[in-house]
T-cell receptor, first 114, second 115 residues
Framework: NAGVTQTPKFRVLKTGQSMTLLCAQD?????MYWYRQDPGMGLRLIHY???????AKGEVPDGYNVSRLKKQNFLLGLESAAPSQTSVYFC?????????????FGPGTRLTVT | AQKITQTQPGMFVQEKEAVTLDCTYD???????LFWYKQPSSGEMIFLIY??????QNATEGRYSLNFQKARKSANLVISASQLGDSAMYFC????????????FGKGTKLSVKP
């Protein structure tokens, strides 16, 4: 049982390049989330999904796109990377939205855009 | 206005002593949940404790307890008998409502435990 995994762990991009971050969970969770963490800040929600085939915008969605074609995977895309997107990206998943069910987090992806 | 406020950027505590990390929140939704996560220097997010808005009693999980004062909108984390391994960033987070699950995080408190 791997929990939540993220690929890659580290990446350096040049401005204007594109990339996709992959999040996978093996807990059959319905809900999945993408957050970013910047120095001195807590995590901020980028996009989330309440089930296979659904996505919605979070607090800071600009410059990112997501897809949830399979229940276990949640992809985060950067079409044209900018230095402001240098951050640590965390994926999380949860069984249900409410109650005491916590979100399980992946190990994070450290992205640097030069 | 910030929805989650953690006013202590950094805290020091002596090993084996108790420490309180402050968290205040702001919401008009009657149904919400409050979470605390620990982030060690290795970077992973570790769930510690949960308090629901309708819970009558303060949550406890081992050495962690949550001092929930609903009228004051505060949800402070108390760590008893601090250990060196407790040195980490601690984040308070809130989920508003029950339908989406999104968490709103505070900026965190860096706790350092001194031997």
């Amino acid at each position: 049982n791997a929990g939540v995994t993220q690929t890659p762990k580290f990446r350096v991009l040049k401005t204007g390049q594109s990339m996709t971050l992959l999040c996978a969970q093996d807990m059959n969770h319905e809900y999945m989330y993408w957050y970013r963490q910047d120095p001195g800040m807590g995590l901020r929600l980028i996009h989330y999904s309440v089930g296979e085939g659904t996505t919605a915008k979070g607090e800071v969605p600009d410059g990112y796109n997501v897809s949830r074609l399979k229940k276990q995977n949640f992809l985060l895309g950067l079409e044209s990377a900018a230095p402001s997107q240098t951050s640590v990206y965390f994926c999380a998943s949860s069984w249900v939205a409410g109650g005491s069910y916590e979100q399980y987090f992946g190990p994070g992806t450290r992205l640097t855009v030069t | 206005a910030q929805k989650i406020t953690q006013t202590q950027p950094g805290m020091f505590v002596q090993e084996k002593e108790a420490v309180t990390l402050d968290c205040t929140y702001d919401t008009s939704d009657p149904s919400y949940g409050l979470f605390w996560y620990k982030q060690p220097s290795s970077g992973e997010m570790i769930f510690l404790i949960y308090q629901g808005s309708y819970d009558q009693q303060n949550a406890t999980e081992g050495r962690y307890s949550l001092n929930f004062q609903k009228a004051r909108k505060s949800a402070n984390l108390v760590i008893s008998a601090s250990q060196l391994g407790d040195s980490a960033m601690y984040f308070c987070a809130m989920r508003e409502g029950e339908s989406q699950g999104n968490l709103i995080f505070g900026k965190g408190t860096k706790l350092s435990v001194k031997p």
